[in-house]
């Protein structure tokens, strides 16, 4: 069956590390996202890509950068981890970028930075 | 303003009972809506999708009122099962997309 999966599920690092955490989708969507969840904020868009050498800003977006070298792939990257970027990090996918455009969520990394 | 706000309870009501959530939203260009369901520390998975004409999905129906900016959604005779936290999702775009800060139910014996 088509999925989407994201490693670590579990992480912990140390401030000024670089962090990578990675994104696989099978379904052939275009269209990625990163999100961080954190208590009192809900999801926050973090970057986004509607598809292979294209990626965009979300609102919460300072401190991460992505790539979009294939279809199945975003990795997301942390340069400097912060201990403000401890967070419960989601993946997610979506077909269409109009009309009824749901998003399908991976099942999250939880980062800690100490 | 939150461009999506719901009241985050929680909400706790017996089994059987019907319950309902409901969420507004700022933008009025939004045009894509969505309950999603969030157990603890799992992702968010898509509940239902919410049309203009309202839509039902067994026990659940979603309703949408674009003159008052608001959807809600109805869980009739809720089970043990229906504990979660309910996400509110309302967007123009995929990049659009802005989920409320979710409403929790807790449903009791």
């Known amino acids: 069956d088509a999925e989407i999966t994201q490693s670590p599920r579990h992480k912990i690092t140390e401030t000024g590390r670089q962090v990578t955490l990675a994104c696989h989708q099978t379904?052939?969507?275009?269209?990625m996202f990163w999100y961080r969840q954190d208590l009192g904020h809900g999801l926050r868009l973090i970057h986004y890509?509607?598809?292979?050498?294209?990626?965009n800003k979300g609102e919460v977006s300072d401190g991460y950068s992505v790539s979009r070298s294939n279809t199945e792939d975003l990795p997301l990257t942390l340069e400097s981890a912060a201990s403000s970027q401890t967070s419960v990090y989601f993946c997610?996918?979506?077909?269409?970028?109009?009309?009824?455009?749901?998003?399908?969520f991976g099942p999250g990394t939880r980062l800690t930075v100490l | 303003r939150k461009e999506v706000e719901q009241d985050p309870g929680p909400f706790n009501v017996p089994e059987g009972a019907t319950v309902a959530f409901n969420c507004t939203y700022s933008?009025?260009?939004?045009?894509?809506f969505f309950w999603y369901r969030q157990d603890c520390r799992k992702e968010p998975k898509l509940l239902m999708s919410?049309?203009?004409s309202g839509n039902e999905d067994g026990r659940f129906t979603a309703q949408l009122n674009r003159a008052s900016q608001y959807i809600s959604l109805l869980i009739r005779d809720s089970k043990l099962s229906d504990s979660a936290t309910y996400l509110c999702?309302?967007?123009?775009?995929?990049?659009?997309?802005?989920f409320g800060t979710g409403t929790r139910l807790q449903v009791t014996l």
């Open positions: 997610a996918s979506s077909p269409r970028t109009s009309g009824h455009n749901e998003q399908f």
């Open positions: 379904w052939n969507h275009n269209n």
């Open positions: 890509s509607y598809g292979v050498q294209d990626t």
């Open positions: 933008n009025s260009a939004s045009q894509s």
């Open positions: 919410v049309y203009s």
């Open positions: 999702v309302g967007g123009y775009t995929a990049s659009k997309l802005t």
